[in-house]
C-alpha cells in the first residue's frame, strides 16, 4: 500500500515569503506528526494531531508556524514570513492510533526547505 | 519533559567489527523505546523497539538493543557490522500514555572498507 506522500520534495523561497508544505498519511493512520530535521540537531518535534482532539503544538518554535489537518487526513504546515534559520528537512509522519504511543511511527521522505 | 541523548555524532568501524551506539534518556516514568535507521537518501525506518517484556530486543538484520531501567539506556549493538549498515541511527522515546515521540540527534554509523 501507498506510505506517508510528502509534497513538494525539494522547496526554495527568498527569505520573507511564505511556504505550505503538504502531508498525506497513510490511509488509516488517526495520528499525524511534523517534526524538523536539521543538520546535527536530530528530529525536532513541532506538532501532532491525533483524531478530532486538539493539536500538540508544543514544538512550534514561533507563531510564524501553523499546522493544520482537514478531515483527519491530509495535513498542511504552514511557515509565514521564512528565515535562513527555516532551512531544513521537514518530516512528516503518521500512525495507528493506540492511545498508549506504542504504535511506530512511517515517515514520508521530507519537504527538503531552502530559504535564501 | 522527556529528552534522548545519543553521545556519539558520528562513529567510524571497520567492516566485521562490532559497534554500539549509546542512547540515554532522561524520564523515569515507564516508557517505550524505539532505534530508527536513515539509510543514504531514504526516509527514516524503524530498527527495532521495546515496548514489554524482554529487556533485549532483536532486529532481523542483526542488530539488538537492551533496555536498563536503572541506567535509563537503550543502546543498540551489533557483533559484527557490513557495509549495508552505513546509515544514521536515532534513538526515540514516549511515555507511556503518552503519543509524542522524542528523539534523540542522531549517530552516524561508517563502516569503513
Known amino acids: 500500500g501507498a506510505g506517508v506522500s510528502q509534497s513538494p520534495s525539494n522547496k526554495v523561497t527568498e527569505k520573507g515569503k511564505d511556504v505550505e508544505l503538504r502531508c498525506d498519511p497513510i490511509?488509516?493512520?488517526?495520528?499525524l506528526y511534523w517534526y524538523r530535521q536539521s543538520l546535527g540537531q536530530g528530529l525536532e518535534f513541532l506538532i501532532y494531531f491525533q483524531g478530532n482532539s486538539a493539536p500538540d503544538k508544543s514544538g512550534l518554535p514561533s507563531d510564524r508556524f501553523s499546522a493544520e489537518r482537514t478531515g483527519g487526513s491530509v495535513s498542511t504546515l504552514t511557515i509565514q514570513r521564512t528565515q535562513q534559520e527555516d532551512s531544513a528537512v521537514y518530516l512528516c509522519?503518521?500512525?495507528?492510533?493506540?492511545?498508549?504511543?506504542?504504535?511506530?511511527?512511517?515517515f514520508g521522505n521530507g519537504t527538503r526547505l531552502t530559504v535564501t | 519533559a522527556q529528552s534522548v541523548t545519543q553521545l556519539d555524532s558520528q562513529v567510524p568501524v571497520f567492516e566485521e567489527a562490532p559497534v554500539e551506539l549509546r542512547c540515554n534518556y532522561s524520564s523515569s516514568v515507564s516508557v517505550y523505546l524505539f532505534w530508527y535507521v536513515q539509510y543514504p537518501n531514504q526516509g527514516l525506518q524503524l530498527l527495532l523497539k521495546?515496548?514489554?517484556?524482554?529487556?533485549l530486543v532483536e532486529s532481523i538484520n542483526g542488530f539488538e538493543a537492551e533496555f536498563n531501567k536503572s541506567q535509563t539506556s537503550f543502546h543498540l549493538r551489533k557483533p559484527s557490522v557490513h557495509i549495508s549498515d552505513t546509515a544514521e541511527y536515532f534513538c526515540a522515546v514516549s511515555d507511556k500514555g503518552a503519543q509524542k515521540l522524542v528523539f534523540g540527534q542522531g549517530t552516524r554509523l561508517t563502516i569503513n572498507p
Open positions: 509522519a503518521s500512525s495507528s492510533w493506540t492511545g498508549t504511543g506504542n504504535s511506530p511511527l512511517h
Open positions: 521495546y515496548l514489554s517484556g524482554s529487556t
Open positions: 490511509s488509516g493512520h488517526t495520528a
